[in-house]
């Protein structure tokens, strides 16, 4: 089924996805503060194993964080209201 756009809004699919990498370059975070940020945040993209395998220490799992949830987490960090009721 095909998502039904309104407002000019893009389906999540089809719009700009950012890596942490790249977040954490634009608001000079470090990657792993992009991480702990974003990993459990709905409609964030999580492509990989999060359990450890063959002998890893860790899991490796690749976000890739849509544009509307980039907006939507640096609103709420913007607002301590919106925060804490999180």
Not at 24 to 37: H, I
Not at 69 to 84: F, G, H, I, T
Request: charged share 30%; with cysteine.
């Amino acid at each position: 089924m095909i998502q039904t756009v309104h407002s000019g809004e893009l389906p999540r699919a089809t719009e700009r996805h950012y890596s942490v990498l790249e977040i954490a370059d634009l608001w000079k975070l470090s990657p792993s503060a992009v991480r702990r940020l974003f990993q459990d945040e709905p409609g964030v993209l999580a492509i990989g194993e999060p359990r450890p395998k063959f002998g890893r220490q860790r899991g490796k799992v690749t976000l890739r964080v849509p544009q509307s949830v980039l907006e939507r987490v640096y609103k709420r960090q913007c607002n301590p209201e919106l925060a804490a009721k999180r």
